[in-house]
């Protein structure tokens, strides 16, 4: 297992859509289990292959108290969503920024998981905000996108600033 | 994503958003909450669940409460505040937080409800609570609202409706309900079913009053017991689970679930006899999707329909049905329990409404039955007037309906159908009545 870098806001690479997995081999797994410990490690409760460079439609969660929960979505989409809700977000990819953002209140999707099984499931609270924040990763989409062009201006000037010195 | 960390007093701040929509807007707790704790993890959640649903429980005993201890009643505007104040004082009585950290906690939340001038109030009220908690909770006692934590009006009816018993009723609409399953019998037995909660480690027993039902001890998460994924159960209280084994439809059978979201009677039916041909019908496209979930969820079939029960020349196809489950729109006041905002929402003046409304659901839904075919009526409330009342106006005036007497062992009897009130085995308030077309 190894610790991948997370891209930091404004990288173009966040913007890129990711591809669908043909087939869960070993070499998925492999990225699967490097995002989880690069998840853990950040701490973040989700992480999509486009925040590492990856460009694969491949995410894993642990919304979890205890951080023993993780879950593995591969070519996850979103079949039905009801309901509205408004909470404060946070992403990897711009550290230091909260912000409201509207969501979906719940939320039905399938996926494949590790072993290339697929899956349904139904999701609401912070699991359902954390996996609609994690497909849009893989649609070259972010958390800010959803601001007022001022507010994700701002957030962009103060991301440039304080990228330089790393 | 990131994680945000939700801090107590944050959580403190969305419960008292949420409870005054309650009280000021009147909107129900069972359609804030998926929204409020969004974004909030299971501890959060669970705060904002006890903070939300503790404090509707016994709003009325807190109000009278503060109503000692303020010098004038809060004007309407302020029911944020006041609803601030029975939190405080539900945390202070009920959940053990240390009086410090009340205190501090309430006073701090008067700034960010941006009324910083209720500090003062906040910490004077609560102070005085600490103070003098023993004289005051001792003058309750002699305060029936406030010792029931029920509205006057409704005391009023129950004890009308129920002379020897309503004193329990009270206190079981305060009772924390159970979690009751019901066990998929398309895909296992009751047994089975008791085996994988034991291997889990989850304490469970079946319940006397129906074949499916297993009663969960102690606290569970649903999502996390054996099956929920792969539909092997529902949750669903006893009492519910009534209706479909009363419809009893049989092979074959044409049957109609009246008002059916969020599905549990309609899945019930089609566990217990999968060849019929169900239709599903709810006036909320919202709540039918619901619906159609937990068919997806249980593998089961029906055919769901949007649109209001009452109007037949809508959606009705000339073909006549062979069951017809009426589990009409009611108070709820019969679960109280599980919704313990409902004695916030109802007023005394919905009662007569809701009654000439489930006699017109009856009327019209009667003419859809079969000769010899059986109509169940079923309400979640424990009046007379929803009840038996409706059922004999509809009888007096039906000349082709007769009721099928109930030879069951659960229940009260009444002039017609049956009441399981609150508690009883310990189940929800819940009426039934059978009616035949001759």
């Known amino acids: ?166 | 994503m990131r994680s945000v960390a939700k801090s107590d007093d944050s959580i403190r701040l969305t419960a008292v958003r949420t409870l005054t929509s309650v009280v000021a807007d009147g909107k129900s707790l069972g359609e804030l909450l998926p929204a409020a704790r969004q974004n909030l993890d299971t501890r959060g959640a669970a705060l904002l669940q006890e903070l939300t649903y503790g404090a509707a429980r016994w709003s009325y005993r807190l109000d009278a409460l503060l109503l000692k201890l303020v010098n004038k009643p809060l004007r309407n505007r302020d029911a944020d505040v006041r609803v601030a104040l029975w939190l405080g004082l539900y945390e202070a009585e009920y959940m053990r937080t240390p009086d410090y950290a009340v205190t501090d906690s309430y006073v701090r939340l008067a700034k960010k409800l941006g009324k910083p001038w209720a500090r003062g109030l906040i910490n004077a009220t609560i102070r005085k609570f600490f103070r003098e908690r023993e004289t005051l909770l001792a003058s309750l006692a002699e305060d029936e609202v406030a010792e029931t934590a029920h509205p006057a009006w409704l005391l009023k009816m129950l004890s009308a409706d129920w002379p020897e018993q309503h004193p329990s009723i009270a206190e079981a609409g305060n009772a924390r309900a159970p979690l009751v399953l019901r066990v998929n019998r398309r895909q296992l037995n009751r047994t089975q079913m008791l085996d994988a909660l034991s291997t889990a480690g989850i304490a469970a027993r079946p319940h006397e009053l129906a074949d499916d039902a297993i009663l969960i001890d102690g606290n569970a998460q649903v999502e996390r017991l054996p099956g929920y994924e792969n539909g092997h159960f529902s949750v669903q209280d006893v009492a519910a689970q009534l209706a479909a084994v009363l419809l009893d439809a049989q092979t074959g059978h044409r049957v109609l679930d009246a008002c059916a979201a969020p599905g549990g009677k309609t899945c019930h039916i089609l566990e217990l006899q999968p060849s019929v041909d169900l239709i599903s019908l709810d006036s909320s496209a919202s709540r039918l999707l619901r619906v159609e979930e937990n068919l997806a969820r249980l593998d089961l079939t029906a055919k769901t329909v949007c649109a209001d029960a009452s109007d037949t020349a809508n959606w009705w196809d000339g073909q006549p049905f062979d069951r017809i489950l009426l589990d009409a729109p009611c108070s709820a006041l019969g679960v109280l329990r599980r919704r313990p905002d409902i004695r916030r929402l109802r007023r005394e003046s919905d009662i007569p409404v809701l009654a000439s409304l489930q006699l017109d659901l009856l009327q019209a839904l009667w003419p859809l039955l079969a000769p010899g075919g059986r109509l169940v009526y079923a309400t979640c409330s424990v009046l007379r007037r929803e009840n038996e009342q409706v059922v004999g106006r509809f009888l007096d005036a039906t000349s082709d309906a007769r009721e099928v007497p109930l030879e069951v062992d659960w229940g009260y009897e009444c002039l017609h159908g049956r009441q399981i009130l609150p508690g009883q085995h310990e189940a929800d308030g819940f009426y039934y009545a059978i009616l035949q077309k001759v």
């Open chain 1, 1 to 166: 297992m190894a610790l991948l870098d997370i891209l930091i806001y404004p990288d173009n690479r966040l913007r890129d859509i990711a591809k669908p997995v043909d087939g869960v081999d070993d070499s998925v797994r492999v990225l699967l289990d490097d995002m989880l410990e690069t998840m853990y490690e950040a701490p973040g409760i989700g992480l999509a292959a486009t925040q590492v460079g990856v460009n694969r439609r491949v995410v894993v969660i642990d919304v979890s108290e205890d951080k023993n929960t993780p879950l593995v979505l591969i070519n996850p989409e979103i079949l039905s969503s009801a309901g509205e809700g408004v909470g404060e977000e946070g992403c990897l990819s711009i550290p230091g920024i909260y912000e409201d953002v509207k969501r979906a209140a719940e939320i039905r999707f399938r996926a494949l998981d590790r072993n290339g099984e697929s899956y349904e499931m139904d999701a609401d609270g912070l699991l359902a905000v954390c996996v609609q924040h994690e497909v849009d990763h893989l649609d070259g989409k972010l958390f800010v996108d959803y601001l007022s062009a001022l507010k994700r201006n701002r957030i962009r000037k103060k991301m440039q600033k304080s990228e330089k010195p790393r």
